[in-house]
């Protein structure tokens, strides 16, 4: 069930997908345009952070949504982009994964997915790029990242099948998305969500700085994620990432 378009355009090299559709997306391009570059020379993170994507490693991929439902609910799509993951690594390459809030698909503990979602203003509204990298083979990231870091590849003993991969993230965002949008609303994405990750309930975590910790217990209608930090105390978590420190 979907209402999502894709079209999907290739190229070889680019700085960046997210940036290439976002200038699509203000030349006028429709919800569910959608770029794959072999390599990135200019990869972006979350939180300015450099992603690293040198040519055949990994899949570098970015939709364009024009969502029509309300913008406090926005933050819901890069969990929907999750999930849409966890769900394609699954049927695609028989790879059960983890998803760490808000949106880090991780393999035993080692990130293997990011995403990145921007909102931009276009000349046709607003609009918001998913930018998904999925590090299929052990050259996607720097080395001294292999502590934290992971691919298909690697998890599963087996050869990532790129194509396989693309075709399965274009079925399953289009469902999760029009669950999203047209289906269920925020709360398909919120339990969707809430059972495919161990952090959705009964994860003690902090802040990269340790200002605050917390026990995980489930989400908020909007994605914020929610910690018991004391007796009768919730802390509700918008912004940021956090970090596990120890399974519960
Ligand atoms: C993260 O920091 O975890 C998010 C990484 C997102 C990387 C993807 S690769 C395709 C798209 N283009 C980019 O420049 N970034 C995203």
């Known amino acids: 069930m979907t209402h999502l378009k894709p079209k999907v ?41 450099a992603w690293s994507s040198p040519k055949g490693a990994g ?12 913008t406090n609910y926005w933050p819901l799509i890069t969990m929907m982009a999750a999930v849409a993951v966890y769900d394609t690594l699954g049927e695609a390459c028989r790879l059960q994964a983890d998803i760490k809030w808000p949106n880090d698909l991780l393999s ?10 921007e909102a931009i203003e276009t000349p046709s509204g607003r609009a918001v790029i998913v ?37 399965g993230l274009l079925r399953w965002l289009g469902h999760w998305y029009w669950l999203l949008s047209e289906g269920g609303g925020p709360e398909s994405i919120v339990s969707g969500w809430s059972s495919r990750s161990s952090y959705a309930f ?23 994620l929610r910690l018991r930090t004391g007796d009768d105390e919730i802390k509700v978590v918008r912004a940021g990432d956090v970090t596990s420190l120890r399974r519960l």
């Open 202 to 224: 009964g994860r003690l975590v902090s802040n990269g700085d340790d200002v605050w910790q917390g026990t995980t217990c489930g989400l908020e209608r909007d994605g914020a």
């Open 131 to 167: 930018g998904i990298g999925i590090n299929l083979t052990e050259d996607a990231y720097p080395a001294e990242l292999a502590d934290v870091a992971t691919s298909v590849s690697e998890a599963t003993g087996r050869a990532a099948d790129r194509e396989a991969i693309l075709n």
């Open 9 to 49: 355009l290739r190229f070889e090299s680019l700085p960046s997908t997210n940036t290439e559709l976002s200038r699509l997306a203000n030349e006028g391009a429709e919800e569910g345009v959608s770029v794959v570059a072999d390599e990135q020379t200019a990869g972006r993170g979350r939180l300015q952070r």
């Open 108 to 117: 035993g503990e080692r990130k293997i997915c990011g995403i990145l979602a």
């Open 59 to 70: 899949l570098y991929f970015s939709i364009l949504l024009r969502p029509k439902f309300a």
